[in-house]
């Protein structure tokens, strides 16, 4: 009996050796980031910047957002943008006197993936060009107050007009080997917090993949959080709930080796 149990356990220690590992796939700089970590640099700071301002500042949570905004508070017609660490891109935009609650409206974009905290630099030529959490660049024009130009080939349209019936005024189709998450236009707030509407993941090839707000956004201190702090996250989601999107370009940010 007392070699039988010697045997099999040396038969046991012999199998654990010679067992295969599986293998580990190499994380790439996306599969650490955290869009609330305080390791971003993101010292506060503010700038006029001809019809411009720009503003650097750190939420309480960690988030970074770097805010271009309409440099005379006293216009009442205008169009404000915030890059957030969190792949945020908001336009913010206040149609005429009157109440917040109708004349003002946001649209949301997210941005994927996710690599680095957003920063901006001033240009001799006196434009803001902003760094988004995905390394492109958008260049805000400080004479037009508008976007002249988004690095990557992001695909986008922006119109001079600011009213509430054109859902902000700016359209991004397109993030080569990326995913953009289209939150909506809404009156008044912000469209992800409303739970039952929908929000639509939108691939470098123009596949859409349309989920209810509760799937994807949690309400915290009375705003709308992403439930995906990281992209592996987002990833793993994305792979179960969205079969028709290419996610090529996420995979290889996270899995670098794999691509």
């Not at 988030?63 to 915030?82: D, L, M, P």
């Not at 409303?194 to 799937?215: L, M, Q, W």
């Not at 987002?234 to 969205?242: A, N």
Request: net charge neutral; with cysteine; aromatic share 10%.
């Amino acid at each position: 009996m007392r070699i039988s149990v010697i045997f099999l356990l040396v038969a046991f220690f012999i199998s654990s050796c010679s067992h295969t590992p599986e293998p580990v796939l190499e994380k790439g700089p996306a599969y650490r980031y955290s869009p609330y970590s305080l390791d971003h640099d993101c010292e506060t700071f503010s700038e006029n910047v001809g019809a411009l301002a720009v503003q650097r500042l750190r939420s309480i949570d960690g988030r970074c957002t770097i805010f271009v905004k309409h440099s005379n508070a006293q216009k009442s017609w205008y169009r404000n943008y915030q890059i957030s660490s969190t792949g945020m891109l908001l336009i913010f935009n206040s149609f005429g006197n009157g109440s917040g609650s109708s004349h003002t409206g946001s649209r949301a974009f997210y941005l994927f993936p996710r690599k680095t905290a957003p920063d901006f630099t001033i240009t001799e030529s006196g434009d803001i060009e902003v760094m988004t959490p995905t390394s492109e660049t958008i260049r805000f024009s400080s004479k037009t107050k508008k976007i002249s130009e988004i690095s990557g080939g992001i695909k986008y349209q922006e119109v001079d007009l600011i009213a509430g019936s054109n859902k902000g005024g700016i359209e991004i189709t397109a993030l080569p080997k990326g995913i953009i998450l289209d939150a909506g236009w809404e009156i008044g707030g912000m469209a992800a917090e409303k739970p039952h509407r929908t929000s639509v993941f939108i691939d470098d090839a123009g596949n859409r993949c349309e989920v209810k707000n509760y799937e994807i956004f949690e309400i915290k201190r009375g705003e709308p959080y992403l439930r995906f702090e990281t992209d592996q996250a987002l990833l793993e989601y994305l792979d179960r709930r969205c079969n028709g999107l290419r996610l090529d370009g996420l995979k290889g940010h996270l899995y670098p080796s794999e691509s």
